[in-house]
């Protein structure tokens, strides 16, 4: 089965990045849509279906925090599990994400298997 | 300090390697008389303090090149910087978390420019390293104060 996924960073090259070492980690990738922000990844969420959610931190306009809030008081939207993707390891950090609703959260720089193993594990939890 | 530097080297090695895919060769000497792009990103909280990365056109454009999975002359316009920018800012926050987990911090958006004076301000942080890498010579430098605000 291949999952559809939105990669949400204001970063344009690193949304290419993330679809590049998805692709290279062997996940079972189908359509791939990209959000350069929290608003544009709602609205990106109502137009199509999508599995799985890859977000940014530190965005512009509407930030990971932002869309997290977002996406728990959306009835319909809110079942769309959400992975975390930062340069910030932190514990706080990642504490308070994971509480805000956040399926996973993996810090920059991460190898391939590590990232595919994090989105199977959500997936499936998600799946449960 | 001598600590943070192998943590440095070490964080470099494994951000370089993992995500954009280049190879650290060894310590090089910094060119001097070279016209280059540096990245600064500066961050309060637990701590305050800032991280560059800086290296020559040439560099940055294979950079680039290797981050996005294109050729050299296929790095559309204005890509360089911004990934040397995504450089700085995964270097920042890798050594940060490596540095202090239990730390608070606000990292802020890098900014890049290619005069003198960021290069000046590179030269003044605490540890400066150089890179020989497969996409060529990168100079990073780090500067972690002691106190700063909470984020």
């Given at each position: 089965m291949a999952f559809s996924v939105l990669i949400v960073d204001d970063c344009s090259a690193m949304r290419s990045v993330i679809r590049r070492i998805l692709a290279i980690s062997g996940f079972e990738m189908g359509?791939?849509?990209?959000?350069?922000?929290?608003?544009?990844?709602?609205?990106?969420?109502?137009?199509?279906?999508?599995?799985?959610?890859?977000?940014?931190?530190?965005?512009?306009r509407m930030d990971g925090e932002g869309l997290l809030r977002r996406l728990a008081e959306d009835r319909e939207l809110r079942a769309v599990p959400v992975v975390i993707v930062t340069s910030d390891g932190t514990r706080d950090r990642e504490t308070r994400l994971l509480g805000m609703g956040a399926r996973g959260y993996i810090t920059k720089p991460f190898h391939p298997e590590k990232l595919r193993a994090e989105l199977e594990r959500v997936l499936e939890a998600s799946h449960a | 300090m001598l600590e943070t530097a192998t943590v440095l080297d070490s964080i470099a090695e494994q951000v370089l390697e993992t995500m954009f895919f280049s190879v650290v060769l060894g310590p090089a000497e910094e060119p001097v008389d070279v016209p280059r792009l540096t990245a600064l990103v500066s961050f309060s909280g637990s701590h305050a303090g800032l991280l560059g990365v800086s290296g020559d056109a040439a560099t940055a454009n294979a950079l680039a090149a290797n981050f996005l999975g294109v050729a050299g002359d296929e790095v559309p316009p204005g890509q360089e910087p911004a990934v040397l920018g995504e450089l700085a800012n995964v270097l920042?926050?890798?050594?940060?978390?490596?540095?202090?987990?239990?730390?608070?911090?606000?990292?802020?958006?890098?900014?890049?420019?290619?005069?003198?004076?960021?290069?000046?301000?590179l030269h003044k942080t605490q540890i400066q390293r150089n890179f020989e890498t497969t996409e060529g010579c990168l100079t990073i430098g780090l500067t972690i104060l002691e106190d700063g605000p909470l984020a």
């Open positions: 359509e791939c849509h990209f959000a350069g922000d929290g608003a544009e990844a709602l609205d990106v969420l109502r137009r199509h279906r999508v599995d799985l959610v890859l977000s940014d931190v530190n965005m512009p | 920042c926050g890798a050594v940060l978390g490596h540095a202090e987990p239990e730390g608070r911090f606000t990292i802020y958006p890098p900014q890049i420019s290619d005069t003198e004076e960021c290069v000046a301000i």
